[in-house]
């Protein structure tokens, strides 16, 4: 059974701090791993790794993929309060359907 | 997104009555997706599509239903509702098997 471990699974900092947040991984064949945002409603897109782009950066956002010890991490420097969000981590694999982690809630204080 | 919305976006219903809620995309993507989402559980796959009339189930399909008559509508039903199916329950949809997914903004289900 495919499976997504996210930690920390809540995170409180201040404004200005750089956060790591962590994503393990257990799945058969892999495929790809992807990275949501979600603050009120609906999960957003932020970066898809795969085999061969296995890291991505988007302004203070930037993530790594390591196949070979099966995680990922999305880093955020310099955070603000809109960064405020729970992230998610998912990954494809063999049923190749998307199959999402915990979630890490992250609060940004002023 | 306004290329997926979701119906209702809150509904309270009472336990054993039979509840449908709406998927509507005008993406014409192949694969839409149900997940429920619950504090301590994350995301999960309730049921899928890859096309019309065509369905597979999820890791947490029992007392769920599904249907899919036309392309841009996926309908998720609870035959009897019970106080365990309370969740927020999102649509998602794909163009391609593995590709990533848009989100609907989600229903918010509470069964009394």
């Known amino acids: 059974e495919d499976k997504v471990v996210q930690s920390p699974l809540s995170l409180v900092v201040h404004e200005g701090d750089t956060v790591t947040l962590n994503c393990s991984y257990e799945?058969?064949?892999?495929?790809?791993l992807l990275w949501y945002k979600q603050e009120k409603k609906a999960p957003t897109f932020l970066f898809m790794l795969?085999?061969?782009?296995i890291e991505k950066k988007s302004g203070r956002l930037s993530s790594i993929l390591d196949k070979k010890e099966l995680f990922s991490i999305l880093n955020i420097t310099a955070t603000q309060t809109g960064d405020s969000a729970i992230y998610l981590c998912?990954?494809?694999?063999?049923?190749?359907?998307?199959?999402f982690g915990k979630g890490t809630k992250l609060t940004v204080n002023p | 997104d306004a290329g997926i919305t979701q119906s209702p976006r809150h509904k309270v219903t009472e336990t054993g009555t039979p509840v449908t809620l709406r998927c509507h995309q005008t993406?014409?993507?192949?694969?839409m997706y149900w997940y429920r989402q619950d504090p301590g559980h994350g995301l999960r796959l309730i049921h899928y599509?890859?096309?019309?009339?065509?369905?597979d189930k999820g890791e947490v399909s029992d007392g769920y239903s599904v249907s899919r008559s036309k392309t841009e509508d996926f309908l998720l039903t609870l035959e009897s509702a019970t106080s365990s199916q309370t969740s927020v329950y999102f649509c998602a949809i794909s163009r391609n098997l593995g590709d990533g997914y848009t989100f609907g903004s989600g229903t918010r289900l509470t069964v009394v």
């Open positions: 998912a990954v494809v694999g063999g049923s190749e359907k998307l199959v």
């Open positions: 993406e014409n993507h192949r694969y």
């Open positions: 599509s890859y096309g019309v009339k065509d369905t």
């Open positions: 795969t085999s061969s782009g």
């Open positions: 799945v058969t064949n892999f495929r790809s």
